[in-house]
């Protein structure tokens, strides 16, 4: 195995001595939680944490709580050596890539839920995948015991559910949402794009181009409703099999807007192929 | 208000800030969490966690989540006062008494569920229970970050409830068993015992001789079927008027016991006029 910048730890004992070294030496721990199959949207938020952190944690673990029976858990794209590569370009000083018999022992009967902001959209057609991210994020996060942790805003509701858990059961950590990393067209980053034929590439790259269309309509007087519509009949005429959602919800509790809310997020979430592509992105409301 | 010999917390903000500070200064911290009404054997499980540690928190919090909209939330005794008075006479460091409305803001949605060792028993009477219990102690142990933190047997359900909850989300936290208070006549300890009439009373204390006389017969080769039909047939003899539950389970998962089970536990819930007492004890299997 060739030398990397940084420690690979894979015993949660030898984890929380390291971390608990450099938090006796004054230093303040990032972390940043992945599934691997890293992108460049990852690494600017290990950059992220770089910025506001002496030490960064990277975790590596495909965790299968999160997939349902018919879903990609076994087809998802595992490429550790090609991860720890990425990573040691940028300032890493341990990644963490847990065992799954260590992360599930016999008898694992624990589950965190999270309601309201997990209400609809993604739990429309994963009813039990934000259960499963809440669970080991609270794990993740109590093995680390980092100082700040970093979620990407590509998974909005995903952040916003981490961040309602964390404050409910006052976890002492802060979590820090990172911007979305786009391709040159716009497109969301993200593992699954591996997966698009070069016409189906093509079509994703609308999906953003289709919101921010409608999101200036919306900020500049048209309904919602009139401006969601249109968009909708854009992403089919655009190639797109299915809009599965193309919401506007307050950016903050994700409940549907009403006349007083100031911040909404528009979240799409399209199918393309045997693929699913998701996006979001901010509205500014009258 | 007199003073007492620790110092009283209201705010999270403020305990974190003391028990930083203690920890920087290399102390280890005990936590005895309570809901009030301190008896005896609360403060035997406080002498533990002073046996354990350097400093001792206790908290008293009447958490609302885990009663039932019919049980005794607005009638569970409220005694603060008095509860210093005893916590001043054992060695304690803070005594941590947080607000209702923080421990559950506006939009709180986060709940933590415990399987395998709640089935039944508790649960059967007391559905939301274990949930309730859960959760709360998931906040307090992550307000307060304790090294170790001290439950009573007299509610094993819950303490094995609580390990299992740490162990499965990594929380870094010692989970101590501390032995069941006893009154002379051997009734278990608890603030409910209060509302007994001097009659009831004197049934009450039946409880564990007729438990403990079903473990002996046990251990001296009776069959549990038959040792625990003749206890209950003794219970609602000796004045009890229901036997929720009486027990053989296996002492570590809760589950009924097996040829193999090495290490027993016999646990009791029988009603008493309005009351419901419980009470468990440990059995050797052969």
Same sequence: chains 1, 2.
Avoid: C
């Amino acid at each position: 195995m060739p030398d990397f910048p940084f420690i690979i730890v894979r015993e949660l004992d030898a984890l929380r001595a390291q971390v608990a070294g450099w938090r006796g030496s004054g230093h303040k721990i990032g972390f940043v939680p992945t599934m691997g199959a890293l992108h460049e949207g990852h690494l600017s938020l290990v950059d992220l944490a770089g910025e506001k952190a002496d030490k960064v944690i990277v975790s590596i673990f495909v965790n299968p709580a999160q997939f349902a029976p018919h879903e990609d858990f076994d087809d998802y794209p595992r490429t550790e050596q090609s991860d720890f590569e990425k990573l040691s370009l940028r300032a890493v000083d341990a990644v963490y890539v847990p065992h799954g018999d260590a992360m599930y022992p016999p008898n694992f009967s624990t589950a965190v839920s999270v309601g309201g902001v997990t209400e609809g959209l993604e739990s429309a057609t994963r009813p039990h995948f934000f259960g499963g991210v809440a669970t080991v994020v609270a794990k993740l996060l109590n093995q680390v015991q980092p100082d700040l942790a970093i979620f990407g805003e590509k998974d909005y509701q995903q952040l916003l559910t981490i961040r309602r858990m964390v404050r409910d059961l006052d976890m002492p950590i802060e979590i820090v949402g990172g911007a979305t990393g786009r391709e040159a067209d716009g497109l969301a980053m993200s593992s699954r794009n591996a997966y698009l034929t070069a016409d189906q590439r093509e079509t994703a790259g609308e999906l953003n181009k289709i919101m921010r269309h409608a999101i200036d309509t919306i900020e500049a007087g048209e309904t919602p409703a009139r401006a969601l519509d249109k968009a909708k009949t854009a992403l089919l005429a655009a190639g797109f099999n299915a809009v599965q959602y193309l919401e506007l919800r307050d950016a903050e509790t994700l409940e549907p807007v009403k006349a007083n809310t100031k911040s909404g997020r528009l979240l799409a979430a399209v199918g393309i192929g045997d693929l699913r592509l998701i996006d979001n992105m901010p509205v500014l409301l009258p």
